[in-house]
């Protein structure tokens, strides 16, 4: 697999299907570029899910998460996206993704977003 940044995310197959667990992802190093001023903007990205027919590769993520790097984004846009793009390669019954991020202009800012495969039904 190459390591040059991805706008796709791998999705390898659940080795336990018939188990109900969670997956608990940090990614501590994510950035991406404030649509105004050009300026990073720094933060965690974590993910929290309940498989479905796949889990996503590790490594995947990462290059997909570097992606942003140089792209302008708002906090709340970003996080509804990179939820959006988990929710539609890796087809979790569940996925929590939170996007906390550090301080810029005395201002910090968490966004949460929920996907519940049996409220989409």
Known sequence: MSTQKS????????????????????APEF???????GQPDFGTIT?????????????SLKLYL???????????????????????YAKPKYVEVIGKFNVRGGISTTVKVEYNEREQA
């Open 66 to 88: 570097w992606n942003f790097r140089d792209e302008g984004h708002f906090h709340e846009e970003v996080t509804n996206r990179i939820a959006d793009d988990f929710i539609s």
């Open 7 to 26: 706008t796709v995310l791998d999705p390898i197959p659940n080795p336990y299907p018939e188990r109900d667990y969670e997956i608990y992802i940090e």
């Open 47 to 59: 993910f929290r899910y309940r498989p479905g027919p796949y889990i996503i590769e590790l490594k």
């Open 31 to 37: 950035t991406t570029l404030c649509p105004k001023t």
